[in-house]
């Protein structure tokens, strides 16, 4: 773990629904970081299609995630620790953006009934819940070192599990 004056980028991922910006926004707010969340970076054409339905590919996902990688350098090269809400569903994704020691992982996971029933409430958000199954199936699960959270218990919960595991305080 750094030492507390280096910076920390923490990384939240998981499929949509999960609850990367509810807990990420709390997270970054007890720590008095900043918070981003990943799908402010999407273009255009993305927002347009998982709006309609249409899964993103590889190719589409690729200018994104290196928009989310240089916001991430930016804010390790300036000093200023932050929180990132980023699906990252694949291991190719989460080894682009996280090369470095200060950047940390977590996983907020669960179950396909629960994060369906989620989104199925959401309103404010431009993905279409059909995509719910392609994210699931894109998902790759993480390596060691990365920490699993089961998002089944309350944002507050899991915001503190997040800050005794990784040592943020």
Request: charged share 25%; aromatic share 8%; proline share 5%.
């Amino acid at each position: 773990m750094p030492s507390s004056s280096v910076p920390l980028v923490v990384i939240l991922f998981g499929v949509s629904g999960v609850g990367k910006t509810v807990v990420g926004s709390r997270l970054a707010g007890e720590l008095g970081w900043t918070f981003y969340d990943a799908d402010s970076f999407h273009s255009p054409d993305n927002i347009d299609r998982m709006r309609r339905g249409v899964p993103l590919t590889d190719a589409d996902r690729w200018p994104w995630l290196e928009q989310v990688r240089e916001k991430i350098t930016h804010c390790l090269a300036a000093g200023q620790s932050a929180v990132v809400a980023c699906s990252a569903l694949k291991a190719a994704y989460r080894q682009y953006l996280g090369g470095d020691d200060c950047v940390r992982f977590v996983h907020l996971q669960g179950d396909q009934e629960l994060i369906g029933s989620r989104l199925g409430q959401r309103r404010d958000h431009y993905m279409d819940p059909q995509l719910l199954h392609s994210q699931f199936d894109a998902l790759e699960e993480p390596g060691p070192g990365t920490l699993v959270v089961n998002v089944r218990a309350s944002p507050g919960a899991i915001v503190e599990r997040i800050r005794n595991e990784l040592d943020l305080r």
